[in-house]
């Protein structure tokens, strides 16, 4: 089985502020992917970046980074100098071969992040 | 626009009544996804169509929905004799890969109250 926790239920912080948003992942399979996707208040999930079990590279796109950690089942997003445009509710997500079903994602419970002004 | 839309975006029914949703996924898109999303939870399957074949339904989905995608164009995903715990955002997605890791392109869902 496979399974992804986002502790954090909601955030809030003021603009500018540098905000970390935490993934724990389970799963039994060497080879999977994970995501994190952007929820809007309008309701679209916005794909941010996805990550490979072999790439262990940290990335950095603007303002946004992600740490992937396959020592602790870790794949955290970091959002410097954080913006209003930031609120949103941010999902974490897996798909792996388990069960034999490698098309279907895995989402956490995601994390309300609120920027204030 | 070329994305994906979902219509309606907003429905609103009475318990026992039938409601049909439809998604027209990114043109060319091979693979289609329905999620359905309650409050404070993250996105959960349903079922999924490469083309027009529908190759896998969750245990999620009750006898009561029923999902079709003609010529692997649009899709409809059709609730029977809805009950209050129907009450959830229904999101569709597609893709155009063949694999894990895809990345999936959503619509902005069809939020579905029942009375």
């Known amino acids: 089985a496979q399974k992804v926790t986002q502790a954090q239920t909601e955030i809030s912080v003021v603009e500018k502020e540098d905000v970390t948003l935490d993934c724990v992942y389970e799963?039994?399979?060497?080879?999977?992917?994970l995501f994190w996707y952007k929820q809007p208040p309008s309701g679209e999930l916005v794909f941010l970046i996805r990550?490979?079990?072999?790439?262990?590279q940290n990335e950095i796109s603007g303002r946004y980074s992600w740490n992937f950690q396959k020592s602790t089942s870790s794949f955290n997003f970091t959002i410097t100098a954080s913006q209003v445009v930031d609120s949103a509710v941010y999902f974490c997500?897996?798909?792996?071969?388990?069960?034999?079903?490698?098309?279907?994602?895995?989402f956490g419970k995601g994390t309300l992040l609120t920027v204030n002004p | 626009d070329t994305g994906v839309s979902q219509d309606p975006r907003h429905k609103i029914t009475k318990r026992g009544q039938n409601v049909t949703f439809r998604c027209d996924p990114i043109?060319?898109?091979?693979?289609l996804y329905w999620y359905r999303q309650t409050l404070g939870q993250g996105p959960e399957f349903l079922t999924y169509?490469?083309?027009?074949?529908?190759?896998?339904k969750s245990r999620l989905l009750s006898d009561r929905f029923s999902a079709e995608r003609p010529k692997g164009s649009f899709s409809t995903l059709e609730i029977q004799r809805t009950e209050q715990g129907d009450s959830a955002m229904y999101l569709c997605?597609?893709?155009?890969?063949?694999?894990?890791?895809?990345?999936?392109?959503f619509g902005s869902g069809t939020q579905l109250s029942v009375l």
């Open positions: 997605a597609s893709s155009s890969g063949y694999g894990m890791g895809e990345k999936l392109f």
């Open positions: 799963t039994r399979d060497t080879t999977y992917y």
């Open positions: 990550r490979n079990s072999f790439d262990e």
């Open positions: 997500a897996l798909s792996s071969n388990s069960g034999g079903s490698n098309y279907k994602l895995t």
């Open positions: 043109s060319e898109h091979n693979r």
């Open positions: 169509f490469q083309n027009e074949a529908q190759l896998e």
